[in-house]
């Protein structure tokens, strides 16, 4: 077993990469994770540039640990807290309510993190890129699920479920753009438009 004092630098090590890893995230959230460098984190935080090396060593591996920061927070602020609503449409509801909470207070201060990364990194193949697309697409196969579940329940009006997804994603990253713009009524706006996709038969 592992010395004491060597468990220790071990949880410190971790929390240490977990507190970066979410500096990383607010960052790239506003300038993209092309704007992420190890020097910059650790003079946001206080940190020896060589201790921030040693933890992530180099740049793509900070930028997929921003990423995954950003998965795991947006899976707990917007996915888990609407795990109580019933199956179908009052989940699909909870979970673009949620959205917008996560985009307006905001859980990262440029918004949404894939907003600001996923046109970016579009035509840059590598890890990075298929991190942020598998981190989309659980997002959108959940609506997919959670919609298709509300049609066959009768809660909404049939349609084509792969087509309305495509336009309740974009709704919410032109919702994310316009609010950072300072559209006041971006959401207001949004939500009216979800009511029209997700009208009853």
Known sequence: MAPPTADKRVLRGARTRRIIA???????????????????????????????QTLFVTKERLQLAAVEAARSLFAESVVTASDSAAPGLATLRAL??????????????GGCFWGANLVRFGNKPGPVRDALVASSREWTDLLTRELGTAISAGEVAERDVELTVFQLDALLLAANTRLRLGDTEAMTKLRRTVDELLRAP
């Not at 506003?30 to 940190?47: C, I, K, M, N, V």
């Open 96 to 109: 673009i309510e949620r959205w917008i909470e996560y985009a307006a207070a905001p859980l990262f201060r």
């Open 22 to 52: 979410r500096h990383a995230a607010d960052i790239a959230s506003q300038d993209g994770l092309d704007g992420l460098s190890l020097g910059r984190l650790a003079e946001d935080l206080g940190l020896s540039k060589s201790g921030v």
